[in-house]
């Protein structure tokens, strides 16, 4: 079966949530949500965006994505102004400008550029998972 670079797409998004849900992960593996403070395991939460990932120039920006619960991220529509102060709090006031500018940006990726991007976010996988087996 040949992939096109929808599947890439789709890959790349899977490690790239897992990177941003376990990079806050105390060791335990439970992480705080960005907009109520709810406390769970990386497994059961999303990695939120500020703005949409249909803005490709933002969808694998760190600075856009954070860690939400479910609850925040489905049935909350994302907290969007709560979500909002906790980028300025974490970034600084010229964030929500500097996103908003960056998702007008035409961004083309291709089937090596995703292959690029999940082989780093293994990487840093396999880095937590060395850094969680060292906490035991």
């Not at 709090?89 to 500018?101: F, R, S, V």
């Not at 940006?105 to 690029?116: F, L, S």
Request: proline share 1%.
């Amino acid at each position: 079966m040949k992939k096109n670079l929808t599947w890439w797409k789709k890959k790349a998004d899977k490690y790239f949530s897992q990177y941003i849900r376990r990079r806050h992960a105390d060791h335990n593996g439970n992480v705080v949500c960005i907009t109520c403070g709810a406390i769970k395991h990386w497994k059961q939460v999303h990695a939120g965006h500020y703005i949409p990932r249909n803005h490709l120039s933002v969808r694998f920006d760190e600075r856009n994505v954070a860690v939400q619960c479910v609850g925040c991220n489905m049935f909350g529509s994302g907290k969007h102004d709560v979500f909002a102060m906790a980028l300025i709090t974490k970034y600084g006031k010229d964030i929500l400008e500097d996103l908003n500018n960056e998702k007008l940006r035409c961004v083309k990726y291709t089937i090596a550029n995703y292959e690029d991007m999940i082989g780093g976010y293994k990487d840093s996988l396999v880095a937590f998972d060395l850094r969680d087996i060292g906490n035991l």
